[in-house]
């Protein structure tokens, strides 16, 4: 039997890659792409990527034929969003089966019910659950009861239904059939090349280096992280899917040298490939070399362009100066460290503390060999002192300074699936926030943020961060894109008079002055002379 027709919608995030990375949505894609492969017609909904408003997009999307299933991808982040393109589907759309998915649905699946229109919930990776339904749909059979779903008992209970991960060849063969040539990277590097602003960069190799930094293409080569940081749900995403603790698999060297090689053929004008795996290289990695040689060997034949570029997440404690020579020769100009925080005290609280001797002796080996590090940290943990946050920024500063990137955060984030965002001890000190359903009555209150419990330290983020919330207003209507390197020095700035205030020296004011207003377009360029901070 033909059929049946299968809708995918992305996560939504309206305000542009604040929630999302903007670039079509990798899973949703590849399970198009598995369904497809199996002789289902599957199609994939952007809201991100459209070129008229989403509700009418979508409306357009879900009238244009009758759908037997519509799954809607669900982060936590972008949950209110999701949910309202959710309702939207089932009132144009009242008789196909409507699925969550995702990893706020995995984790929270009575809570997909209790706020949404859903018929089933996915725990953990949707292949086999997807084509499981597929095969019942056309066979008329009965659709309860498959694992890797979430349903409602007859007593209105939720029931789950628990699911094994993916093999590695499973998990192979579902990252070789995802379709790269149908997404659309063309039109969300045209939309990336318009907020950069990439015609007025005043030079040529300016104008390069944000074109490498926009024409990307994403690729996951594993299926999850097994670190276990203490702020982090991703370990335990396929744990929750399965009851227990799921295997690890990923590409060979060899398989992840192919998808490049599809990549290239699919979108020639890529300049970088972007390994969006959670953790690219391990402590005990057999594949970062091997991997290396091979791109080396395919840029020289002519099977990958000499010119293409890598950019990896990784821990810092998995790099050597081997491994960091032999990925600078590759092609990586930017590796991704999670080094979360500077204090060892506050790294032991994320669980991350055998990576602090490591942190130093890499990214100077790295910044040596012309990688630029990207560090993403966050400020202050729930236990922090007032001495570990003034040592991150002191530290975030400096490297700054020596030319990495940073991101700073201010706080932990209570991701669903997180140790800490079950932590009872945690709860007084968790900021809900109100958050809504447009086009419904439907409200409830989402956990946003994990305050520091010393109660100088909580004040003292909180006013950092409504000078920097004042700094960014004004800022981002001159400039129209705040890189990460702005960002962070906006957050320095901010927070210098709250740290010298409490007997905590970060840096010379005026000096960060300088280079704010040295890379500040237009009329920002005055607020770094004033200062939001010192108003």
Not at 436 to 456: N, S, V
């Amino acid at each position: 039997m033909p059929g049946p027709n299968v809708l995918l919608i992305g996560p939504y995030d309206p305000h542009c890659g604040e929630y999302t990375f903007l670039a079509p949505p990798l899973g949703v894609w590849r399970l198009a792409g598995v369904l497809e492969a199996a002789g289902v017609t599957a199609r994939v909904f952007d809201p991100n990527c459209c070129a008229e408003p989403v509700q009418r997009a979508l409306e357009r999307e879900l009238l244009r034929c009758p759908w037997d299933v519509i799954g809607v991808s669900t982060t936590g982040m972008t949950l209110r969003f999701d949910l309202e393109l959710a309702h939207l589907a089932r009132r144009l759309s009242p008789r196909a089966l409507l699925i969550a998915g995702g990893m706020e649905a995995t984790f929270k699946p009575e809570l997909m019910f209790r706020l949404g229109p859903f018929d089933r919930v996915v725990l953990g990776e949707g292949e086999r659950p997807l084509l499981e339904l597929a095969t019942r749909l056309r066979s008329g059979a009965a659709l309860g009861g498959i694992s890797g779903t979430a349903e409602r008992g007859a007593d209105g209970q939720c029931l789950r239904l628990p699911q094994r991960a993916l093999e590695r060849e499973e998990l192979r063969d579902a990252i070789f059939s995802t379709p790269y040539a149908r997404m659309p990277y063309a039109a969300y590097w045209e939309r990336l090349e318009k907020a950069y602003r990439v015609g007025a960069l005043p030079t040529k190799a300016a104008r390069e280096a944000r074109l490498a930094e926009i024409r990307s293409v994403r690729l996951i080569t594993l299926n999850y992280c097994p670190m276990g940081c203490s702020f982090c749900s991703s370990t335990n995403f396929l744990h929750e899917a399965q009851g227990s603790v799921a295997g690890i698999a990923r590409l060979d060297a060899d398989e992840c040298v192919q998808m490049l090689e599809r990549i290239v053929a699919a979108h020639p004008g890529v300049r970088t490939v972007i390994f969006q795996d959670d953790i690219f290289v391990f402590t005990q990695d057999r594949r970062v070399l091997p991997l290396c040689e091979r791109i080396v060997a395919a840029k020289e034949s002519g099977a990958l362009p000499r010119s293409l570029q890598f950019i990896s997440t990784n821990r810092v404690d998995a790099m050597t100066p081997e491994r960091l020579t032999a990925m600078r020769r590759a092609g990586f100009r930017v590796l991704g460290f999670g080094i979360e925080n500077f204090s060892r005290r506050v790294l032991r609280e994320f669980n991350k503390g055998r990576i602090y001797d490591h942190i130093e002796p890499m990214l100077g080996t790295a910044c040596r060999l012309g990688i630029t590090p990207f560090l993403d940290l966050i400020l202050t943990s729930p236990r922090a002192t007032l001495v570990d946050l003034a040592e991150t920024l002191r530290q975030a500063y400096r490297w700054l300074g020596r030319g990495c990137e940073v991101g700073l955060y201010p706080y932990v984030i209570p991701f669903s699936g997180a140790p800490m965002a079950a932590d009872p001890a945690l709860k007084p000190f968790t900021v809900s926030e109100r958050r809504e359903i447009a086009g419904t009555g439907i409200a409830w209150e989402q956990p946003a943020k994990i305050l520091p419990i010393d109660p100088l330290v909580r004040e003292t983020i909180l006013a950092v961060e409504r000078d920097v919330e004042a700094f960014l207003a004004q800022a981002q209507a001159d400039a129209a894109h705040l890189p990460s390197r702005l960002r962070s020095l906006i957050w320095i700035l901010c927070s210098l008079r709250h740290m010298a205030e409490r007997g905590m020296p970060i840096a010379d004011e005026e000096v960060v002055r300088r280079e704010l207003r040295a890379r500040l377009p237009g009329a920002a360029t005055e607020l770094a002379a004033k200062g939001v901070a010192t108003a």
